[in-house]
T-cell receptor, first 118, second 113 residues
Framework: GAVVSQHPSRVICKSGTSVKIECRSL??????MFWYRQFPKKSLMLMAT?????????EQGVEKDKFLINHASLTLSTLTVTSAHPEDSSFYIC??????????????FGPGTRLTVL | DAKTTQPPSMDCAEGRAANLPCNHS???????VYWYRQIHSQGPQYIIH???NNETNEMASLIITEDRKSSTLILPHATLRDTAVYYC??????????????FGKGTLLTVNP
């Protein structure tokens, strides 16, 4: 149980285009999902916290108009990188918190999406 | 959340125990110690967490000092597949934005044959 999937696993796009990444909790409901970004040889940096049915909360320095987050259901959150540029190339990882509030292992991580902007 | 300090890298022989230290000298009374690991190009994987008492599960053991200022993650019989970056994170275990995880640089554990 507690599986989180991401789609696509890898995407290459041209500069200026928009890319949508999906994060799904497969066997549990997630009231809260988190989006992280990881540059090569760096640690994960939290971008935003997404709550089902409400607006996402962005971390300082993350442009909300560039990184659009939608959390329309308890099992799906999407991150859209708008007008992507080469500096947006990174490894994007989501995590989901089990709505049942299990005490152990509260956040489950997806496998990540490798974005390359040419 | 309290900051943590971990060695940047460690080596371990396959089959031996891997002991990964973490200092969290500014930890508050209501903050838990969490351990995650990240194998190259994958999402992080939860390992274990604890508050005061030592904890053990099928993956590892967590030893927390009595003053809670440091802890050690123990992989009892390391395998090559345990090669990963291990992150020690301290945070409160309550609601709202406190569920955020702040990742430091972690320890790159390399298990050698």
């Amino acid at each position: 149980g507690a599986v989180v999937s991401q789609h696509p696993s890898r995407v290459i796009c041209k500069s200026g285009t928009s890319v949508k990444i999906e994060c799904r909790s497969l066997d549990f409901q997630a009231t809260t999902m988190f989006w992280y970004r990881q540059f090569p040889k760096k640690s994960l940096m939290l971008m935003a916290t997404s709550n089902e049915g409400s607006k996402a909360t962005y971390e300082q320095g993350v442009e909300k108009d560039k990184f659009l987050i939608n959390h329309a259901s308890l099992t799906l959150s999407t991150l859209t990188v708008t007008s992507a540029h080469p500096e947006d190339s990174s490894f994007y990882i989501c995590s989901a918190r089990d709505a049942s509030g299990r005490a152990s292992n509260e956040q489950f991580f997806g496998p990540g999406t490798r974005l390359t902007v040419l | 959340d309290a900051k943590t300090t971990q060695p940047p890298s460690m080596d371990c022989a396959e089959g031996r125990a891997a002991n990964l230290p973490c200092n969290h000298s500014t930890i508050s009374g209501n903050e838990y110690v969490y351990w995650y690991r990240q194998i190259h190009s994958q999402g992080p994987q939860y390992i274990i967490h604890g508050l005061k008492n030592n904890e053990t599960n099928e993956m590892a053991s967590l030893i927390i000092t009595e003053d809670r200022k440091s802890s050690t993650l123990i992989l009892p019989h390391a395998t090559l597949r345990d090669t990963a970056v291990y992150y020690c994170i301290v945070r409160v275990n309550s609601g709202g934005s406190n569920y955020k995880l702040t990742f430091g640089k972690g320890t790159l554990l390399t298990v050698n044959p």
